[in-house]
């Protein structure tokens, strides 16, 4: 991957102090005299912006193998070598990062569906697939914690289910090799900042990638205005805070400007709709298109912005536009639009008459 590069073990412990398990095995690789890979810290200290794939839950229920309502992401243990195939797929479109898909793999979730047995399990799949692949790709892995669906603002039982969840599935983050650990779409600040806590707390010092979900106006549904909820868990710790899912492209460029305004480091991942009354069964219908896409990273670019993504219904024809906006070179981009090749819409000089001015006079005007 372009994004890696040889760096020196002084680098790495005075970036990472408190990285002790994964500074002795970067020493010893870089003793070996093997290329190291940057963390995503030093990565975005040095300039480089970082994109990131999401959405698996909407795609695998797209593609059949995942239950709209409850969102659980069985598939990890019942088709792992599909799990795989798509992080390979949102990588060769230019995903930095392969996020083990534990979103909804939590104990709340399993216990709707009668699976609490299979919880560990699941966790500790999800996050092999993904190291593999990301070692297979020199791409960084994420853990990933995400809201609970518990929980309520002062309420004691509550918070103490809650971090419990995060605690179990940070330290399984932990045990599975994730070079950093995201909790996201909380639409609660409280809950944020208790995903922060436990990623903090249990998370053995890796990086911490918090972002909340936007889904009305620009406050946080406990009242907290959104630029100023991120700014805290800045000042709490989190080496990354943004904004992620709940709105489409245009209408979370707005939030984010407020974000990047009260933060240092802003990060974002987006989904594809516009429209929330299309949540949850009626997305596809509110898919964003390729230039809207573009436009949205150039804007979250301009921004600011240094992580950047694509959430629900994102896919890798839309990712690698993301990809290319930031100056990525990703594989499948020898497979980008090339129109002008086209018997139609192409290069006139190159095609018929007949297609290029007749058919595609019907055709536009749709005569
Ligand atoms: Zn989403």
Redesign the pocket.
């Known amino acids: 991957m372009q994004s890696s590069r040889k760096v020196d073990s002084h680098d790495k412990i005075q970036l990472n102090p408190s990285h002790s398990s994964r500074l002795d095995i970067n020493h010893s690789a870089l003793f070996q005299g093997k290329v190291l890979l940057d963390g995503l810290l030093e990565r975005l200290r040095d300039g480089e912006s970082v994109v990131v794939a999401?959405?698996y839950?909407?795609e695998f229920e797209r593609r059949g193998y995942l239950t709209a309502g409850s969102f659980v992401p069985e598939v990890i243990i019942e088709h792992p070598e599909l799990v795989k195939s798509l992080h390979e797929e949102f990588v060769h479109a230019g995903s930095d990062v392969v996020l083990a898909f534990t979103y909804y793999a939590h104990r709340e979730k399993l216990r709707l569906i009668g699976r609490e047995n299979d919880l560990e399990r699941m966790n500790m799949e999800a996050l092999r697939i993904a190291r593999e692949v990301a070692d297979d790709t020199g791409t960084l892995m994420a853990g990933n914690i995400c809201n609970s669906t518990i929980y309520k603002k002062g309420d004691d039982a509550s918070t103490a289910e809650v971090k419990a969840m995060f605690k179990e599935q940070v330290e399984w983050a932990v045990k599975g090799g994730a070079d950093f650990i995201v909790g996201e779409?909380f639409g609660e600040y409280g809950e944020a900042a208790l995903a922060l806590e436990a990623i903090k707390k249990h998370g053995n010092g890796l990086p911490a990638v918090i972002t909340l979900?936007p889904t009305i106006c620009m406050d946080t549904q406990d009242g907290i205005n959104i630029g100023e909820a991120c700014r805290m868990l800045e000042e709490g710790g989190a080496d990354v805070v943004g904004l992620?899912?709940?709105r489409g492209p245009v209408t979370i460029i707005e939030t984010l400007k407020c974000v990047r305004r009260a933060c240092k480091v802003c990060g974002i991942?987006?989904?594809d709709r516009e429209e929330k009354k299309a949540f949850p069964l009626e997305l596809l219908k509110c898919l964003s298109s390729r230039d809207e896409i573009r436009t949205f990273a150039q804007e979250a670019k301009a921004a600011g912005a240094t992580y950047i993504g694509l959430?629900?219904?994102g896919a890798p024809h839309t990712l690698r536009i993301v990809a290319d906006v930031l100056g990525k070179n990703p594989p499948a981009n020898k497979y980008a639009p090339q129109m002008h090749k086209h018997f139609i819409f192409g290069d006139e000089s190159k095609f018929q008459d007949y297609y290029t001015k007749d058919v595609k006079s019907k055709i536009v005007t749709n005569a």
């Open positions: 999401e959405g839950i909407f779409t979900q992620n899912c709940g991942a987006i989904p959430c629900c219904g």
